[in-house]
């Protein structure tokens, strides 16, 4: 069993902890059926692939994908790239990389047949931006997402982010807020208001999610790309299932995680999206 990166020096307050959704990205990742199905998909010597993560949190599931290459891709030589609309989130991600894979070369380094391919793999950066406004389409191998998947009135708006982001870190924004309606902000609602982006997912939990599978034949890349998608019972999967059926017949879903109950009716799988 691969270990789990640690999180311990993130802040709760402002960014979403790893919970049971985490722990379950993880335990498919790295299942014997989903590592085999990676490492045949892209198999060396074919192009690097791009692993990118989208909402990244606390960045436990970017770290274990990057201090794990060869285990879970078959291939020391990947890039990881992670996006979270949350700043502190980004700044989280990029520290828990790092010491991931710092643990990860201390623990092959303690090997005797150990070598430095291991730890090849190379983490891009966590951007900040609004789900994949950023990315050039088609160059994504491998999309990992933990979307705000809880029903909700409404989804929390980005606008004035980097106002929230400085009202959370202490500071006096209301000159700046004036403008948009905010006023003078607290830190307390603006920790509530970030956190709140990475849980609600407004009409069904998909607001967020249906933005993103709108994109999703588009950011794949060529024909190997693959997506990673976990969603609850609320948010119908069978019905997501069957609009990606809807794609064509070169694109194939399948539910390859589960988990059990959480709150009475908090199911979990994940869906993995590819195109043959």
């Not at 919970?19 to 993880?26: I, K």
């Not at 951007?127 to 809880?150: K, S």
């Not at 830190?187 to 609600?200: G, I, Q």
């Not at 390859?256 to 869906?271: A, D, H, I, P, T």
Request: hydrophobic share 40%.
């Amino acid at each position: 069993m691969l270990p789990t990166p640690s999180t311990s020096h993130i802040d709760p307050s402002l960014i979403y902890e790893p919970a049971e959704d985490s722990f379950l990205l993880l335990d498919t990742l790295s299942s014997l059926s989903e590592t085999a199905f990676l490492t045949s998909r892209f198999r060396s010597p074919s192009p690097t692939p791009l692993i990118l993560e989208l909402g990244t949190g606390s960045g436990v599931v970017l770290a274990f994908l990057t201090a794990h290459p060869s285990q879970l891709f078959g291939r020391a030589d990947i890039l990881t790239l992670g996006i979270d609309i949350n700043g502190f989130a980004c700044k989280a991600t990029g520290s828990t990389v790092r010491r991931a894979c710092a643990e990860s070369a201390k623990r092959e380094g303690s090997k005797p047949d150990s070598t430095a391919s291991e730890t090849a793999a190379v983490s891009l950066a966590a951007l900040q931006a609004d789900l994949t406004d950023c990315l050039r389409q088609g160059n994504v191998d491998v999309l990992v997402f933990n979307p705000p998947y809880v029903p909700t009135l409404k989804v929390p708006g980005a606008v004035a982010l980097e106002t929230a982001q400085d009202a959370a870190a202490g500071g006096d924004v209301s000159a700046r807020g004036g403008g948009l309606g905010i006023g003078k902000l607290s830190c307390e609602d603006e920790s509530s208001r970030l956190l709140s982006l990475s849980y609600a997912g407004g009409k069904d939990g998909m607001e967020v999610t249906n933005r993103l599978l709108d994109r999703l034949p588009r950011l794949l890349g060529g024909g190997r790309g693959v997506a990673y998608i976990l969603l609850c019972k609320q948010n119908r999967p069978e019905e997501v299932v069957q609009r990606i059926k809807g794609w064509g017949e070169r694109w194939k879903v399948g539910i390859v995680g589960r988990s059990g109950k959480q709150g009475g009716w908090e199911v979990l799988v994940v869906l993995r999206v590819w195109r043959v």
